[in-house]
């Protein structure tokens, strides 16, 4: 069976808008091979191109995907993880007045940028500790403060942390060892005075 019959093979087993890589391809063929039979099947209209190395089935709608899932399909191929920016935690928690300009990204490995359907994406390197914090309440106010790096506490900081529930800022104490030293310190203050 040719390269080419082999992704549509695994196309036509992918549901409408399920994400498929290049890399899903490489047991087809040699590697300019696979980049060739994708390529033209691009051009022919069987498969769309979400990002570079990233495709879908042409029958799926641009509109259902979103950057955040294109982000993470992204990273998930090279085995990584993303986290929502500290930028716009920051901002979402009221500590800056501008997030990001364009969708921007957390990721344990080196930063990098591309392309897709819907808009740039940006991967900027953290420790595994910093993505560790995850993507609830308490892992997005370390991050976002964690972005900021004040040299101490100010009043905003403090009406972010009071605004979390009695079980999430007791959350946010065991979550100390996530924190760099600085942080830590800065969090005690604050929950001491909320």
């Given at each position: 069976?040719?390269?080419?019959?082999?992704?549509?093979?695994?196309?036509?087993?992918?549901?409408?808008?399920?994400?498929?890589?290049?890399?899903?391809?490489?047991?087809?063929?040699?590697r300019n091979t696979v980049d060739k039979?994708?390529?033209?099947?691009?051009?022919?209209?069987?498969?769309?191109?979400?990002?570079?190395?990233?495709?879908?089935?042409?029958?799926?709608?641009?509109?259902?995907?979103?950057?955040?899932?294109?982000?993470?399909?992204?990273?998930?191929v090279y085995s990584k993880a993303i986290?929502?920016?500290?930028?716009?935690?920051?901002?979402?928690?009221?500590?800056?007045?501008?997030?990001?300009?364009?969708?921007?990204?957390?990721?344990?490995?080196?930063?990098?940028?591309?392309?897709?359907?819907?808009?740039?994406?940006?991967?900027?390197?953290?420790?595994?500790?910093?993505?560790?914090?995850?993507?609830?309440?308490?892992?997005?106010?370390?991050r976002a403060l964690w972005y900021l790096?004040?040299?101490?506490?100010?009043?905003?900081?403090?009406?972010?942390?009071?605004?979390?529930?009695?079980?999430?800022?007791?959350?946010?104490?065991?979550?100390?060892?996530?924190?760099?030293?600085?942080?830590?310190?800065?969090?005690?203050?604050?929950?001491?005075?909320?």
């Amino acid at each position: 069976m040719s390269c080419v019959a082999q992704i549509i093979c695994l196309v036509k087993s992918l549901a409408r808008g399920a994400l498929f890589a290049t890399r899903d391809c490489l047991n087809f063929g040699i590697r300019n091979t696979v980049d060739k039979a994708l390529s033209r099947l691009v051009k022919i209209g069987y498969i769309m191109r979400i990002a570079r190395g990233v495709f879908a089935r042409s029958d799926s709608q641009p509109t259902a995907f979103k950057v955040r899932d294109i982000a993470a399909f992204k990273a998930g191929v090279y085995s990584k993880a993303i986290a929502t920016h500290g930028a716009d935690l920051a901002y979402r928690f009221g500590l800056l007045e501008n997030a990001n300009a364009e969708s921007t990204f957390y990721v344990a490995g080196s930063s990098s940028s591309f392309n897709t359907i819907l808009e740039r994406i940006h991967f900027k390197r953290a420790s595994a500790k910093r993505i560790a914090t995850g993507e609830e309440t308490v892992g997005t106010l370390i991050r976002a403060l964690w972005y900021l790096r004040l040299p101490e506490p100010n009043e905003v900081m403090q009406q972010a942390v009071a605004s979390l529930t009695e079980s999430e800022q007791m959350d946010l104490v065991q979550a100390a060892p996530l924190m760099p030293g600085w942080l830590m310190t800065q969090v005690r203050l604050l929950l001491s005075a909320a």
